[in-house]
């Protein structure tokens, strides 16, 4: 290979060197395929999601309303109820599987999830309390559900501290920890008044139901901003996978970048769970999707957002029109992953064995 | 004589509240090519990691080119000193080339992942190595002795002018033991410290300029191979009655162990 080629490109061949000798990032062709690909279904698929419905619009209907033109009903469904739900479905997809990968990095296990690891079901034990004692504004909710989820972190956490972050343990106790406070939801919702319940279990499914403009900005722009910060650890986190030892003796600061991580998957899945309620699946498979598809060694943090949003977004147009019945997305979800998740469990025991 | 690289000072080291290594004290010789020998489980990785910073003394302290080895960040202690620890994981699906590309961490930054210089070390760890054919296998692919050669090679991408390295040998046939302790006597010869976990004493006889024998967390001897590998050290340090005779090739100490064949 030429000089001239071989400094266009990393290590490996796959990875390309964008910019300069003095500024440049590495991007992996394959997760870079990856992402545009799933970025353009992405697109395909929203305009989709505007244009059917009880009320199915025309391209060109939807074109006046972006103009500033159009009746005022037709105003409303797309800029009120259609666009913020499918931009919500690709927003909360990819927060939900970019706090998912974040996860599987710093445990170097592909069944650890927020999910699966109960956080989603600390966020909502969080939001039913904020309901219940703090009344239901919205600011007190999504307090409610960061605390919920930071506080079934900590119990996980020092119930597994013994063997670090690592093994089957740390899941195992998630695992145990997300079926006691599933039942603590449960608890709660048969003791609060009626009108609480059914709004607080609206959200139990997991839905995208009642996202408004109104809930959608200040969420959206939450984990706009988390993501931003993916980034700067993305580096210190690949270090990771090479086991504690060998990261920290290359440089890495490996406590502060897996602390880092872990409070931006936190933030990631409460401010989603805050809006949404626990959404199931999505955080723990489109990681590993990316990673397959993609073919890398490590889990494609951007690629794995993208194709989140994506998988979030189809099982979204699934729950409201490929069903006679409307169903919570949730529901979609968590019957696509639990196959997924009967399979990764099946592999997991034959390699482990 | 320069000052020791690296100096254990009163370091006592321990796992939750079991202690494995108590009061050792002792320096590396700048320039050496430093062996640790001693039994299983008696602390050798152990003492490397917290030679390393990775492991917090207890008490006393790890001293690193005149500093505290704690009030030292990652990033400054890895510019100084690589590791080769004995248990690396390499990620599945990753590349030879790739891997030690990774212990270019230290030299790049959020917004400078790949320079000339980066290509440059890893070519040069990948030919040193002798690694460069399989630069695009898949490292999970590789034989046992290979997948050693690649982590040496990652660490010697680091470029530092200490490197550390636990049990670089296992896993090797002879002449690739060979292979590598030229290797290592190579870099020494061109001016970095090299510490090594060795469990071949003759090996360590042969090519070290200073040995460490090690005994249940305890330093029992240290100095030169002339010094250290003796019949009394050696059933001192792992209860085996030996022969030391000079090594027909080299004229170093050469452990001949008593037939105890029942
Ligand atoms: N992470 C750990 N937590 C608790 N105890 C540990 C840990 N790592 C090692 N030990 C214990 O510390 C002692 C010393 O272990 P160490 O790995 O330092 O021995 P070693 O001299 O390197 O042995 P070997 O020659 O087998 O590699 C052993 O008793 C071991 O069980
Ligand atoms: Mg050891």
Redesign the interface.
Known sequence: MKLENRLRTGPTPSLLVIGHDRTNILLDRRAAVVAASAGILVIILMILAVLLGDFPLTISEVMDVFLGRGEALVRTVVLEWRLPRAMAAVLFGAALAVSGALFQTITRNPLASPDIMGLANGSYSGMILALVFLGGSWPMLVTGSLAGGLAAAAIIYLLALRDGLQGFRFIMVGIGVSAMLASLNTWLLLRVDLDVALLASAWGAGTLNSITPATLIPTGFSIMMLLCLVPAVSAPLRQLSLGDDAAASTGAAIGPARLAAIVIAIGLVSAVTAVSGPIAFIALSAPQITRRLAGTAEIPLGATGVVGGLMLLVSDLVAQHVIPLTLPVGVVTVVSGGLYLVWLLVREARRTT | MTAPPLRSQAATLSYDKRVIVEDLTFDIPAGSFTAIIGPNACGKSTLL?AM???LAPAAGQMILDGKGIASL???E???R???L?Q?????????V???????R??H?R???????E??QA?DDALRLTNVTEL??RRVEHLSGGQRQRVWIA?VLA?QTPLILLDEPTTYLDIAHQMDVLNLLHELNAAGRTIVAVLHDLNHAARYASHIIAMKAGKVLAAGSPAQVITAATVSAVFGLETEVIPDPVTGNPMVVPHDTRA
């Open positions: 990691r390393a910073g990775l960040a990652p990033r202690i890895a510019q000193l690589g590791l620890p248990t690396a994981i390499a990620p599945e699906g990753i590349t080339a790739e891997l030690v590309a990774r212990g961490y230290v790049q959020l917004l400078r992942q790949w320079s000339a980066d290509r890893v630069a695009d990652m680091q």
